[in-house]
């Protein structure tokens, strides 16, 4: 499946914000994470509100993130989720609150935001989705620098060999010229994070990315994005795989009806809910199958 036009343009204001994050730097290491290593405050949004008609989605949300930081939201589906993620990057709209990333200029939802606005959010950060959304009449080489070379404005050379470094990093050294029907579920999101990785964003934000993935092919992507986090990319992840988030997240916040019930480190969150509705979240999940 293409992206659609939505998804396309987001993807392709991720793009423009990594030209202005030193996608420019002649032999920059595309296996870096596109942000400098300390622990300032990369992204911050506040009181962020959505409905959709009558139904209040999102309920003045809280979010901060550091840079190097993994933040992992759960909960029921429903909850909210997905669409706090689209939000940080505008493929939402929220009604109200504040969104900031990566010292960007910080956008108020309460009035009209442009269409130059929306970009300047979006610069900065690139977003994995659920659906692989590879363009199939491309090669997977061509995928990948497809935001680069046409919105960037990266040398094809270089482009292409950045995109192979990062092929050959998640184990696709050999699928560099297949086209995405020859690819797996597994292989073809292994791609959509390169393609995301190829913009060198200093935020990724991944929507349940392994949730269209049979299950034997979870566990390949999963740890491609557990060996981002351990070289101190900044994600937030919206995932159901709650032993990745043990493994990965510094911080778990868990949502149920459009807000934040309650958030923690895992090893306090998993093993000690403060809040009951949060208990009995996770024994329905984690309950043992008779």
Do not use: C
Request: hydrophobic share 40%; glycine share 10%.
């Amino acid at each position: 499946m293409s992206p659609t036009d939505h998804e396309r343009s987001a993807n392709d204001g991720a793009a423009n914000g990594g030209a202005a994050n030193g996608s420019d730097a002649a032999g920059a290491d595309p296996l870096a994470p596109g942000q400098t290593p300390d622990d300032s405050v990369l992204l911050e949004a506040r009181g962020i509100r959505k409905s959709f008609g009558d139904n209040e989605v999102l309920r003045s949300i809280d979010l901060e993130v550091r840079r190097g930081e993994v933040v992992v939201l759960i909960g029921p589906s429903g909850s909210g989720k997905t669409t706090v993620l689209r939000s940080l990057n505008g493929l939402e709209t929220p009604d109200g609150g504040t969104v900031s990333i990566a010292g960007g200029p910080s956008l108020d939802f309460s009035t009209p935001i442009s269409k130059a606005e929306r970009f300047a959010l979006r610069d900065r950060s690139a977003m994995v989705f659920q659906q692989h959304n590879l363009f199939p009449h491309m090669t997977v080489l061509q995928n990948v620098i497809e935001g680069p070379v046409r919105v960037q404005k990266v040398p094809k050379a270089r482009a292409e060999a950045e995109a192979s470094a990062l092929l050959d990093r998640v184990g696709l050294a050999e699928k560099h010229d297949a086209y995405p029907f020859e690819l797996s579920g597994g292989q073809q999101q292994r791609v959509g994070i390169v393609r995301a990785l190829a913009l060198k964003p200093q935020l990724l934000l991944f929507d349940e990315p392994t949730s269209a993935l049979d299950p034997e092919l979870v566990g390949e992507v999963l740890q491609v994005i557990k060996e981002l986090a351990d070289e101190g990319w900044t994600m937030v992840v919206v995932t159901h795989e709650l032993g990745f988030a043990r493994q990965a997240a510094d911080e778990v916040l868990f949502m149920d009806g459009g807000v934040v019930v309650e958030r923690g480190a895992p090893g306090q969150l998993f093993t000690a809910p403060r809040e009951e509705r949060t208990r009995r979240f996770l024994q329905r999940i984690l309950r043992p199958l008779d």
